[in-house]
């Protein structure tokens, strides 16, 4: 039998980063998710302090029980007033916590206060005075398959990372394009073979290190304008689903009736493996690139931001919801970066003030209506979700770093 052992718990760890990382086309587990220089950085730099008492929301619990469904968001806005400060509030202890992505349901984290700063942990605190605990060796089983918990809800955001909606046109004026089906058919959807041509002459040949090309199918690339300066920044294309290359664009030598060769071209054959909507002759081909995590840190932005929202993806409505996507005008190209959180500014009206006998016309003061986090970005666009809002959000709605 093994001899039991006297353990004492001193001090307070602090509880570790927690991202999440997305793998576009499917999900991973916890382990596979990397931590990133920049979130080591982050946890090393707040690890020792955790953040100020007046950064926690008036009813913040003392501790909080981690159920399925809870995301890392909303159980930061359980306690802090900023939920993007999430890190700060958890801090980091790298010497116990080696990967940061796995806390599960079931687990209770406790808020813990000390000299005027907060973090949370999984233990509570041990006082000088509490004796010491015997303990004797023992084993625990446990199931993950509910997962460590995601920064947000994937099933929100998991088709902008497996569907690239922002394209270039010429990129995809000058794409493989589908030509015909089979019998005639005009439209083709999943389990159905289709024809295909390339704008080159390589494009739909099969590679002996690829077996399996897919590409995805779009149509009709709409122009996105900055509605400040009107300036295309680029195209939403439409997506409608993958194709499988089954077979080469080739040439074949033709003979005419007066016995002269020509050459014409025979189309690649594909398969249509995924459809979202039907597809048909003139949709074109862009190659399924290759599988990417995406690891999410909410933080606000270092440098300044002023941007507007461009367009609301998917939806005809004039006012973004909850948890709908949109689209903003800034990109990589201006700093913008998967995890950045924005505040979301409602245009204050202008009136007409009839208190004053000149009857002047006056613009209210912008109010804050909510947060957005940029999930992923482009040249000079970005796609965000839409987190915290008291009304409708609408193309035009100004962005400025949150407080």
Do not use: C
């Amino acid at each position: 039998m093994a001899k039991p052992f006297t353990f004492r718990f001193i001090g307070t760890p602090a509880l570790g980063v927690m991202a999440v990382g997305l793998l576009a086309g499917g999900p991973t587990s916890a382990q596979q998710y990397p931590v990133t220089e920049q979130q080591r950085a982050t946890a090393q730099q707040v690890a020792q302090s955790g953040v100020a008492l007046s950064e926690l929301r008036a009813d913040a619990p003392s501790s909080h029980v981690v159920v399925p469904g809870d995301t890392l968001w909303n159980i930061s806005g359980l306690f802090l007033k900023s939920p993007w400060r999430w890190p700060e509030l958890w801090g980091m202890n790298l010497s116990d916590i080696r990967n940061p992505h796995l806390i599960y349901p079931g687990q209770t984290l406790y808020l813990v206060r000390t000299d005027g700063r907060a973090t949370l942990s999984t233990h509570t605190i041990a006082l000088a005075d509490t004796p010491s605990v015997r303990l004797s060796p023992r084993t625990r089983a446990e199931t993950l398959t509910n997962g460590a918990l995601p920064t947000l809800k994937n099933h929100l955001i998991e088709p902008f990372l497996a569907e690239p909606m922002i394209v270039d046109e010429s990129a995809l004026a000058g794409a493989p394009r589908i030509v015909s089906a089979p019998d005639g058919r005009v439209l083709m959807t999943r389990g159905d073979r289709a024809y295909a041509r390339s704008a080159s002459s390589n494009e739909l040949i099969d590679d002996v290190n690829k077996r399996q090309q897919l590409f995805r199918v779009f149509r009709d690339a709409k122009p996105l304008k900055d509605p400040v300066t009107s300036e295309v920044l680029g195209y939403e294309a439409q997506y409608l689903g993958k194709a499988l290359l089954a077979r080469s664009e080739t040439t074949q030598q033709v003979q005419d009736k007066d016995g002269t060769l020509r050459t014409e071209v025979v189309p690649a054959t594909i398969d249509i493996v995924k459809a979202k909507e039907e597809m048909r002759a003139g949709d074109r081909l862009l190659p399924e690139p290759a599988p990417q995590i995406l690891s999410y840190v909410p933080r606000a932005p270092s440098k300044t931001v002023d941007a507007r929202i461009v367009s609301i993806y998917g939806s005809a409505v004039v006012n973004a919801a909850q948890n709908q996507v949109v689209t903003i005008n800034r990109g990589s190209a201006d700093g913008m970066e998967a995890g950045h959180v924005l505040a979301i500014l409602r245009d204050g009206a202008r009136i007409i003030d009839k208190t004053d006998p000149a009857l002047p016309t006056i613009k209210l003061p912008d109010e804050r209506n909510g947060l957005l986090m940029v999930f992923r970005t482009f040249d000079k666009l970005s796609y965000a979700l839409v987190l915290d809002i008291t009304s409708g959000v609408k193309v035009g709605d100004r962005l400025v770093n949150p407080l």
